[in-house]
């Protein structure tokens, strides 16, 4: 049985940082890239970040190029999300993908930015 789960939001002020975890199981993690997914109220789910198996290709959306950063540890089955600089446009429910079989998906973690 494959699980997804997300951990690490909250409520931060502009400028602020914060880290989010996924930690998955059930599939050979270590051999599929992840990806790092939000949905901000009224608005489309977009991809944020995606990592390759190797953890040596990262690709960001355009938005958080420069102050996101994701990485993965192939021998804890995880893959974080270091959110710096947030702004309040960076306010989502933040999503854990992988692209593993049918795909699938954690439950979310909420970010708010707010002052």
């Known amino acids: 049985q494959v699980q997804v789960v997300e951990s690490g939001g909250g409520l931060v002020q502009p400028g602020e940082s914060l880290r989010l975890r996924c930690v998955v199981s059930?599939?050979?993690?270590?051999?599929?890239?992840i990806q790092w997914h939000r949905q901000a109220p009224g608005k489309e789910r977009e991809l944020v970040a995606s990592i390759i198996a190797s953890g040596q290709i990262t690709r960001y959306a355009d938005s958080v190029q420069g102050r996101f950063t994701i990485s993965r540890d192939n021998t804890r089955h995880t893959a974080d999300l270091q959110m710096n600089s947030l702004k309040p446009e960076d306010t989502a429910v933040y999503y854990c993908y992988s692209p593993w079989g049918r795909g699938y998906w954690g439950q979310g973690t909420q970010v708010t930015v707010s002052s």
């Open positions: 059930g599939y050979d993690f270590s051999r599929y890239s």
